[in-house]
T-cell receptor
Framework: AQSVAQPEDQVNVAEGNPLTVKCTYSVSGNPYLFWYVQYPNRGLQFLLKYITGDNLVKGSYGFEAEFNKSQTSFHLKKPSALVSDSALYFCAVMISNYQLIWGAGTKLIIKP | DAGVTQSPTHLIKTRGQHVTLRCSPISGHKSVSWYQQVLGQGPQFIFQYYEKEERGRGNFPDRFSARQFPNYSSELNVNALLLGDSALYLC??????????FGDGTRLSIL
């Protein structure tokens, strides 16, 4: 079965420290991977995507993600966390032209 | 250009009632996808429409239905509401293998 896993319900990071939010996937064929962020009572905002090409993908707000085919992972990273990065983060994989399968989400808390 | 717009923002219903949620995709986009996001979970795919035709359906009961209009706006209908239908309903304006742009959603509460 095709799936996305985010093994951490919550990640706590001190402001200024690097952050990593983990994502692993299980799909047939080449994966099309996405990260989204959700603030309270809001919809989902696109951060970055991996379709093909370089394994390190750069996105919005200083975020980047590393695609690792052998480990079937697509971890979200940022070199220096901001308090304003605190939000809910979702990893998703596109399994058809339009349908996305989502992880359960990881709550990121950045402490001053 | 306006992004994806959804209405209403919030809705309160009681069990057994019917609800209609509305979505307008990004101008020029011909496809709409609907997702249900229960609190504490990731979104779950409900429907996808393209050019007024259903192109995909998730694992939801027949109480859930949708349609797309000639102007590409869409309605999601849910009949015989259950407490478990309480969720944030999200609409997206997808394009092939591109990031999907989402509206802010409709928060549906069932009492």
């Amino acid at each position: 079965a095709q799936s996305v896993a985010q093994p951490e319900d919550q990640v706590n990071v001190a402001e200024g420290n690097p952050l990593t939010v983990k994502c692993t996937y299980s799909v047939s064929g080449n994966p099309y991977l996405f990260w989204y962020v959700q603030y309270p009572n809001r919809g989902l905002q696109f951060l970055l995507k991996y379709i093909t090409g370089d394994n390190l993908v750069k996105g919005s707000y200083g975020f980047e993600a590393e695609f690792n085919k052998s480990q079937t992972s697509f971890h979200l990273k940022k070199p220096s966390a901001l308090v304003s990065d605190s939000a809910l983060y979702f990893c998703a994989v596109m399994i058809s032209n339009y349908q996305l399968i989502w992880g359960a989400g990881t709550k990121l808390i950045i402490k001053p | 250009d306006a992004g994806v717009t959804q209405s209403p923002t919030h809705l309160i219903k009681t069990r057994g009632q019917h609800v209609t949620l509305r979505c307008s995709p990004i101008s020029g986009h011909k496809s709409v996808s609907w997702y249900q996001q229960v609190l504490g979970q990731g979104p779950q795919f409900i429907f996808q429409y393209y050019e007024k035709e259903e192109r995909g359906r998730g694992n939801f009961p027949d109480r859930f239905s949708a349609r797309q209009f000639p102007n590409y706006s869409s309605e999601l209908n849910v009949n015989a509401l259950l407490l478990g239908d309480s969720a944030l309903y999200l609409c997206a304006s997808p394009q092939r293998y591109q990031p999907q742009h989402f509206g802010d959603g409709t928060r549906l509460s069932i009492l």
